[in-house]
């Protein structure tokens, strides 16, 4: 594209003098010169229009803005004499170097005042509302043509550059820095864009982001004197050659160097960064680092460093931590490491708990790779002294069984690897179902916040999962397949990776597992592998005579809170003491979350064996529930003991007929009811465990034909006894 500031004739030919000029500036403009053209003709109307004037307020010329299909341009306007003789015309044309300062009559009207210059003559305006101490000034065609400006103006003028947030903006600045200079300033400083803002912020972007004077003045502040400038030619000529400025990106790293990169097995970038008294890891993208970083250079260099030179920054250390630093898998609140548990309480001084086989203590320095989401919350110190019945009051469980469990959950939830079994939580409305997830969510992952409604899709799932140790959804209706199967996978570990937004091939990986908590008013672990891996605790409606004040509940968990986590961590330490030793007579579905319960129950002060009877009741009342809310198993216990059949083979058509004939028109309209023969045989699939619990199995074949066999365990009679009678 032409430069529109150019003259229109163009430069030399190859070889050939330069031609006479045809046309002379006028400047300044007679008042009685032809009135300037409103349009421009190929252009049309504009959308801008900025006056030069001089020194003494006589107009010089305009620039002009437009904006069409091809994007914003800017066209002079100046008036021109023919070289020849006779009357002047507008010419769409700018001025011959040097060329007039934008704001020349602010800088004759206010000889005393600072000045400040701009990148472009809306900037200038903009500044000279948000900085009305300063004279403000610009230069025709912004960032390109500095150097043909006429910068004599500025002579003996202390000077402020409020530089784009861009990289031609900060070589403008740079270029008008000297400039300044050659032209006799007295001083020059340059100030940096804050952090965060978009690229080409300016302060017409600041005035429209609602800045105000004392914004404005801040920013100013924190400009840098770039030199002491010298005015004399004697000291000009004595003026050692200038060194080149060390770049804010060299700064930058040069603040990092005692700082540890290190990345994630999934190469994610990391940084560990010195705060105060102890150290604390960030990701190198976060925010958290990207404040430490400004605050740093602003404390020991004196600079706000601007987004681009942080930018840059990141970009290096983000190379430098997957290619030269050390792997290690971060952690969210709980971690292990030789043998001990470890899990961060999340306050300002970086503390941890240190758990091992002989007992647990709070560590004020370390070496552990925690990090922390902006949701998470810290976690109360545990004391000494306790017992596990000072939880007993706050949860409104039916049994004293369902409170073992829901201790013996806690206690799982805090080991640093699953599988993690789901905790659900049923009961009637006004029973605390929301209350007690709040308050198990404070004693294992306090989180804002606490709880939350159920994801709308596998991605949101995965982002809860990376924020936190702990998931809790709250007031569920009911529990999809797509859900069901997502919450299993989260809680045995099986992984996720999904399309990472805004990408075409980048994934967003999740590999690992995550203690959950569920609770609705309806029966919510109804499809056999959620039940499997689920403890259902059904709490029981709180009477008005029981109701008590949130407020006073409040306390009083306050004054418990402490002494309850420091049971929990008694029975960690009972447990990583006793986990090598503890064998069991048999194992389910979560056999590592049963082994590690039986080696810590003697931590919480229980019988040896409490924990594996209340987990065995529970197991067959929910497996029962799962039984009775499945529409297909029970169609096929109906089936054969309606005939007393102990074994019967067939298709899938077959079966679905046979299936048809012992149900009612109600039930094989149900939705969930098979509507094909290879939707039966799915179901059949699916609820295998179920008929396993009550006697039947299932065997599929293929020789040809599809067939499936169903075989039912006879009950023996009962034995007569003679008693001689």
Known sequence: MSDPFAPIEGGKANGAPPPAPQWSIVTPIPVDAPQAPARHPKLGEPTARWTYRGASGQLLGFILRFDGRDGK?????????PAGGGAPVWRWEAWPTPRPLYGLDRLAARPSAPVLICEGEKAADAAGR????????ASPNGSKSAAKANWAPLRGRHVVIWRD???????????????????GAASVALLSPPIGVLEGWDAADAEGDGWTAAHAQTLIASAKPIAALVSSPQEKAAKPKKERRTPQRDALMALTRDCTLWHGPDYEPFITIPVNHHRENCPVRSQVFRRW??????????FAPGAQAIEDTLRVLEARAVSEGAQQAPWRRVGARDGKLYVDLADAAWRAVEIHPGG????????????????????????????????????????DADFILVVSWLVAAFRERGP????????????GKSSFSRLLRGLLDPSSPAIQGPPKDEQNLIVSAQNGHLIAFDNLSHIDATLSDGLCRLATGSGFAVRALHTDKDENIFDGARPIIVNGIPTLAERPDLNERSIVVRLVTISEDRRRPEDEMEEEWARARPRVLGVVCDALAAALGKIGRTRLARFGRMADFEKWMAAAETGLGWLEGTFSASYESNRKDSADSAFEGDVVAMAIREFLERDDMAIWSGTPTELLAALGAVTTEATRQMRIWPKTPQGLGNCVERTAPLLRSKGITVERKHSGVRTIILSRARQAPPVEIDDGF
């Open 130 to 137: 948000l900085a009305p101490d300063f004279a403000c000034i």
């Open 360 to 399: 647990w203590r709070v560590i004020e320095s370390h070496d552990l790779p925690f990090i922390r989401s902006p949701r998470m919350r810290a976690l109360c110190e545990p004391t000494r002294g306790g017992t596990i019945d000072e939880l007993r009051p706050f949860a409104n469980v039916a049994s």
């Open 293 to 302: 970083l400004a605050v740093r250079a602003y404390e020991q260099s004196g």
């Open 420 to 431: 993690y079994p789901i905790l659900v939580l049923n009961g009637e409305q006004g029973s």
């Open 73 to 81: 341009q800017f066209r002079p306007l100046a008036l021109y004499a």
């Open 165 to 183: 947030a861009d990289a031609p903006g900060l070589e403008y600045a740079e270029k008008v820095a000297g400039l300044c200079e050659e032209a």
